[in-house]
């Protein structure tokens, strides 16, 4: 099955500085890549998704790449925030009809400090 | 985007007695839903998948008889923790995957705290 390896377990950046959390992924037919952020206690939140026919997506300060031939993936995040500290969580689907199965990353403690 | 609510959001039990939580789909009709377990500090760890209408498809050390997973229609699916033991204590999430467009979104519930006594 689809293995799902995130770097680094946790990450500690000055306010303003940016964030890059990197995720690499086993199975060659995964196409879909979501990345959740998740804070203490509550539910984890969709923040951006790249599908396999894309390599790069951006949504204000948060972007994402994708490298199918590294089978690599990246989360980044500009002029970070202290509301931006949170666990993330990078995650591999094969999407194909109603086969769907999201395997996660362990997740990054990213800490942003005043 | 989509909404999931989950019920209850804590609950304590004591051990030997079941436990039923409940995922609704609130703005969307959700053919899947999926079951999560979350240690602290640890990421989800996917218990089985929930198709309306069909058995669940449980992973791999799941026990489906302790487990029990029901998707009644398309949104509502529940889980119900069998003879609950302390080390069955955690966080549970659903999540339910809407079909948007090019569709694959998954939308996750608040989660549930179990503790068992």
């Known amino acids: 099955g689809e293995n799902v390896e995130q770097h680094p377990s946790t990450l500690s950046v000055q306010e303003g500085d940016s964030a890059v959390i990197k995720c690499t992924y086993s199975?060659?037919?995964?196409?879909?890549f979501p990345w959740y952020k998740q804070e203490l206690g509550k539910r984890p939140q969709l923040i951006i998704d790249i599908r396999s026919n894309v390599g790069e997506k951006k949504d204000q300060r948060i972007a994402v790449t994708l490298n199918k031939t590294a089978k690599h993936f990246s989360l980044h995040i500009t002029e970070t925030q202290p509301e931006d500290s949170a666990v993330y969580f990078c995650a591999a689907s094969i999407v194909r009809g109603s086969n769907y199965k999201l395997t996660f990353g362990k997740g990054t403690l990213l800490t942003v400090n005043p | 985007g989509a909404v999931v609510s989950q019920h209850p959001s804590r609950v304590i039990c004591k051990s030997g007695t079941s436990v039923k939580i409940e995922c609704r789909s609130l703005d969307f009709q959700a053919t899947t839903m999926f079951w999560y377990r979350q240690f602290p500090k640890k990421s989800l760890m996917l218990m089985a998948t929930?198709?309306?209408?069909?058995?669940?498809?449980?992973e791999q050390g799941v026990e489906k008889d302790k487990f029990l997973i029901n998707h009644a229609s398309l949104t509502l699916s529940t889980l119900t923790v069998t003879s609950a033991h302390p080390e069955d204590s955690s966080f549970y999430i659903c999540?339910?995957?809407?079909?948007?467009?090019?569709?694959?979104?998954?939308?996750f519930g608040p989660g549930t705290r179990l503790t068992v006594t």
């Open positions: 929930s198709n309306e209408g069909s058995k669940a498809t449980y």
């Open positions: 199975d060659s037919a995964s196409n879909y």
């Open positions: 999540s339910a995957r809407a079909y948007g467009q090019g569709g694959s979104e998954q939308y």
